[in-house]
């Protein structure tokens, strides 16, 4: 299975609202992310979970929360999001990086986030 | 700080004919790895083709290749007779051998005229 699957694929949420987007992969695969890609731009990395634990969070606010409850589930908790929020969340998993290793990543679909 | 560079905001190619996307990149390192990703309208991004720094031979992915010239830090991406399902956004993308972070292009829209 070399699948990375999301949902929900789209998500539309006032800035009041508190809703989870859920990722996973049965790679096992221990690196584990987040992005946020805009339209026509790549994608920014949020966060990398490495075997189950926050090992890079790129200064993201306190709005978005991850939590990665296994090595195949990650979660992204969204509270008091602002419309400039919205955009295509990506998930994607790799091998645990080392020398020598390449590091490629497999991304899934996405969600399709919109703030009112 | 490493960068990649993809200085075609766009291209556009006739169908069954070839194209070649610009990557550039700059490292002061020497273990690393090189990527092409495709992401179509759809927007499910997609490994195309991978290089290794160390290998001197350009990958080859079916009718995807690589003109990889190390000492002049290019990275270039030929899709030889084009499809209509090639049409897409590719980022070209740059990770160090021991790092998590993929350092990537700002994209290059690939329009394929039938």
């Known amino acids: 299975d070399t699948e990375v699957t999301q949902t929900p694929k789209h998500l539309v949420m006032g800035m009041t609202n508190k809703k989870s987007l859920k990722c996973e992969q049965h790679?096992?695969?221990?690196?584990m992310y987040w992005y946020k890609q805009k339209a026509k731009k790549p994608p920014e990395l949020m966060f990398v979970?490495?075997?189950?634990?926050?090992?890079i969070n790129e200064s993201v606010p306190s709005r978005f929360s991850p939590e990665c409850p296994n090595s195949s589930l990650l979660n992204l908790h969204l509270h008091a999001l602002q419309p400039e929020d919205s955009a295509l969340y990506l998930c994607?998993?790799?091998?645990?990086?080392?020398?020598?290793?390449?590091?490629?990543?497999?991304f899934g679909p996405g969600t399709r986030l919109t703030v009112l | 700080a490493q960068t990649v560079t993809q200085s075609q905001p766009e291209m556009s190619v006739q169908e069954a004919e070839t194209v070649t996307l610009s990557c550039t990149y700059d490292?002061?390192?020497?273990?690393?790895?090189l990527f092409w990703y495709k992401q179509p309208p759809s927007r499910q991004m997609i490994l195309v083709i991978r290089?290794?720094?160390?290998k001197q031979q350009n990958a080859t992915e079916n009718r995807f290749s690589v003109n990889f010239q190390k000492a002049a830090k290019s990275f270039s991406l030929k899709i030889s007779d084009s499809q209509l399902g090639d049409a897409a956004m590719y980022f070209c993308a740059y990770c160090e051998g021991s790092n998590y972070q993929l350092i990537w292009g700002a994209g290059t829209k690939l329009i394929i005229k039938p």
């Open positions: 979970y490495s075997y189950e634990k926050l090992s």
């Open positions: 290089q290794e720094a160390y």
């Open positions: 790679m096992g695969h221990r690196a």
């Open positions: 994607a998993s790799s091998q645990e990086g080392a020398s020598g290793l390449y590091n490629e990543q497999f």
């Open positions: 490292t002061s390192e020497s273990d690393y790895y």
